[in-house]
C-alpha cells in the first residue's frame, strides 16, 4: 500500500539539542548535574504531567525551583537557559517541505500546551497539515490510543504512514499499531531509510 503520509516527532528531529553549554552551565549554578536538571524537566513525574497537560509549564519551572531551592527564581531565565543550545534542523525542515507536494505532513509530540501557539513563531509555523500534541488530547506516546489519533486527523491508514522519531520506544510504539516507523539519529541514515520506503529524498 502506497504512503500518503509522513509524521515527525518534534523535539530530537526538527529541533535538536545541539549545544548542551547553556544547559550544563544552568545546571552547575544550582549544584546539580544536567542529567538531574533534565529529569526535573522532561522525564520525572512532574514532567510527564506536563506533558499531559494536567500542569502548565509555569507550573512546572516552579516545582523545578523548588527542588532546586531557589527562592526568587526567574521563570523565563530558567527556560531560555535550559533550551537555548537548541537548533532547528533545517535540512530536514527543507526536506519535510518538499514532501508536502506529495504526501501529508504531520507532527506527533509529546510536549507541553504552549507548544503549538509558539510553533507559530518558528520556521515550522505552515509545515504541518496535522498537529497532534500530548498536552492537547492527554495521551503520550507510546500509548497506542496517540497513533490512532494522528492517522485519524491525517484520514490514512497506519500502513500508509511513516512516522520518524528520536525514541526507540515511540518507534515501536508505532510499530505495534501497523505504521512504518524509522528511529532517527542523523539526516543521512533518516534520508536512505525513506528511500528503501520509496519516499524520494531529491
Known amino acids: 500500500m502506497d504512503i500518503q503520509a509522513v509524521i515527525f516527532d518534534f523535539g530530537g528531529v526538527l529541533i535538536r539539542t ?43 519551572w516552579l516545582y523545578v525551583a523548588r527542588e532546586l531551592g531557589i527562592p526568587d527564581p526567574n521563570l523565563e ?5 535550559f533550551w537555548g543550545g537548541d537548533r532547528f534542523n533545517t535540512e530536514l525542515i527543507a526536506f519535510a517541505r518538499q514532501l508536502r507536494n506529495r504526501y501529508k505532513v504531520g507532527l506527533l509530540s509529546n510536549a507541553w500546551i504552549t507548544l503549538r501557539e509558539w510553533l507559530k513563531t518558528t520556521p515550522v509555523a505552515d509545515l504541518f497539515d496535522v ?22 486527523e491525517l484520514g490514512v491508514l497506519p500502513q500508509q504512514a511513516v512516522f520518524i522519531d528520536d525514541m526507540p520506544e515511540n518507534v515501536e510504539g508505532a510499530r505495534r499499531v501497523g505504521m512504518h516507523a524509522i528511529h532517527y539519529t542523523d539526516n543521512p541514515s533518516l534520508f536512505r531509510r525513506l528511500q528503501n520506503l520509496g519516499i524520494s529524498t531529491r
Do not use: C, F, N, W
Request: charged share 30%.
Open 18 to 60: 545541539e549545544d548542551y553549554g547553556p544547559r550544563e552551565a544552568l545546571a552547575r549554578r544550582y549544584g546539580v548535574t544536567r542529567e538531574h536538571l533534565e529529569y526535573l524537566v522532561l522525564t520525572g513525574p512532574e514532567g510527564t504531567r506536563a506533558q499531559l497537560g494536567e500542569i502548565h509549564p509555569r507550573e512546572l
Open 77 to 81: 531565565e530558567m527556560e531560555r537557559a
Open 131 to 152: 498537529q497532534v500534541i500530548s498536552a492537547e488530547v492527554g495521551l503520550m506516546k507510546p500509548d497506542p490510543r496517540i497513533y490512532a489519533r494522528i492517522l485519524g
